[in-house]
């Protein structure tokens, strides 16, 4: 998994991810929102359109997420998951826990709102 970050406005960015999202990788995902949480980011946009495959380990990762950008009175959303993403936001019904966006660009004026 390979991650790479946009800053926006002060403490808002966005968090592209490529590759896999799974029990290999989801820790450091994780470490990436705790890292962006304690250097004052209050708003992630999670782009996920290079997101090859997602497991549960990965969902749980995304979860953990939106619980420390909660924490800091922040929020987290999703931007364009592929195919099988979508499938397991939808079926673990995560999809009505974590906003979904189709694109960056509605997902990012989510958090400007």
Partial sequence: MKLSTTSLAPHR???????????????????????HSVNGVK??????SQVQFVDSSGLS?????LKVMRQTNGALNLAAPG???RSALRLTMLDTVLPVFETVEEAVAAHSA
């Fill in 61 to 65: 990762a995304l979860i953990s997420g």
């Fill in 13 to 35: 960015i966005i968090l592209h991810i490529e590759g896999r999202l799974d029990a290999e990788t989801c820790n450091t995902l994780k470490r990436a929102f705790h890292d």
């Fill in 83 to 85: 195919t099988q993403a």
């Fill in 43 to 48: 708003f992630i946009t999670v782009e996920m």
